[in-house]
């Protein structure tokens, strides 16, 4: 008789239940009392195992809408989105640690002011499958980025992103950076009936893009 040895790279905690196929080895060599069983059972037993291993882990990968939109919309004559993206990705960015998925959204942007950036607000505004808003959401960077709080020269890039507590169901995503602090003390606000054109333009299907600033954090119980 055949049995499964079922192992998680995330230690000797299973309570997931979800686990590598990598990780599934047959044991043998293992004696056991009992009645014989029809020749082909052993390995009907490992295939049976092997399947419910891999539906376990299908279940539990990240799920994202395959055509899901990303646009970022540039009005700061400060600073520049030059990358957006987002999804639902592995909370361990896929080191095999974890079986939790969060939503992430990642940013790169260069700076076309003539003053060093002291901090930068981008904010996302989320769409679900059907045009309808789910909620704003605030980055804020302080200087270059969150390892790096030093002011971001004229000239220079630089990238960052956020990680959610879960998963979130975003079909369209778009980004802009709402706020900027100069190194003079100056403070650059976007103009939302600017921004309000310019989303209209970039996302038509968006009939209602109802409030463009980002919601305030739910209060803690």
Known sequence: MCFIEMMCQSGPDVSSGFCGLHHVRPIKNVTVHGPEEPEGEPMKKVLFATALTALACVANAAQNYPDRKAYAINLSPHVEITNFTFANEDSDRGRGLSTETRFMSNYSWKSTSQQPIVALEIVMLKYDAFDERLVGSRFIVQGTNSVNWSPLPPGQGSSDGSISF?????????????????????????DESKLLQELKKVAPNIRNPGSLAPDAKPAKE
Do not use: C, K, Q
């Open 166 to 190: 879960r998963n979130e169901d975003v079909f369209t995503g778009i980004a802009y950076v709402r706020r900027v602090r100069l190194s003079d003390g100056t403070v650059w606000r976007v």
